[in-house]
């Protein structure tokens, strides 16, 4: 609950999940303006034994400008009681929708504009085939994998990154790109103004 241990609250610790995989799907983000709030303003230190000022965010929410001239809206908190690690995400785009949620992992809901009209919807499709990625590997189709196998994914994409000299993802320049919106998203609540997150991290 130390800014000056921990550098944030949810900013950095659940929104530079969503930041990151934002950027994996959309690109880059340009600017951000962001609003953070700070609900219990003080805690027992576990180490002290005394009442301390709270100095980290317990929600935020921003939007942002990406560098392909999309939008982006994020929150994250963690006073949203009725939630069990809630991680969700929707892109919108001129002729097709994508959604998905963590808590159902292996569904992807997907709207096609393009569609005739009188079939237009979302459909939801069960990512268990496997024609989709890392799904060969695992179980018949139809049949789930869970949160832990996406980490033996990433350890098996390293392994083979070893093997064949290529590169893995994602990268230190990858996390970079992250703290650059996260620092920037803090600067921008603090400061009640858009803030580049180029220009913000270069001026220091």
Not at 23 to 45: C, P
Not at 182 to 197: F, G, M, P
Request: with cysteine.
């Amino acid at each position: 609950m130390d800014a000056a241990v921990a550098g944030s609250g949810v900013t950095g610790d659940l929104l530079a999940h969503c930041i990151d995989t934002a950027m994996w799907l959309n690109g880059g983000i340009s600017d951000v303006s962001a609003m953070t709030e700070t609900f219990v303003k003080e805690r027992l230190h576990q180490l002290t034994g005394k009442m301390e000022k709270v100095s980290i965010d317990d929600a935020c929410a921003f939007i942002c400008h990406f560098s392909n001239g999309s939008l982006g809206v994020f929150e994250s908190t963690r006073y949203a009681r009725g939630h069990k690690a809630l991680y969700t995400f929707e892109i919108n785009g001129e002729n097709g929708s994508i959604a998905w949620d963590l808590h159902d992992l292996n569904r992807l809901e997907f709207f096609d504009y393009t569609d005739e009209a009188v079939e237009r919807g979302w459909r939801s499709i069960h990512v268990t085939d496997t024609d989709h990625p890392y799904m060969d590997k695992w179980w018949v189709p139809g049949l789930s994998i869970g949160y832990e196998h996406s980490f033996v994914h990433q350890a098996a994409d390293f392994l083979k990154s070893l093997e064949t000299g290529g590169s893995c993802a994602p990268t230190f320049k990858d996390a970079l790109e992250t703290q650059k919106v996260c620092e920037a998203v803090i600067n921008s609540a603090r400061e009640k103004k858009w803030v580049d997150t180029e220009v913000q991290w270069t001026e220091k």
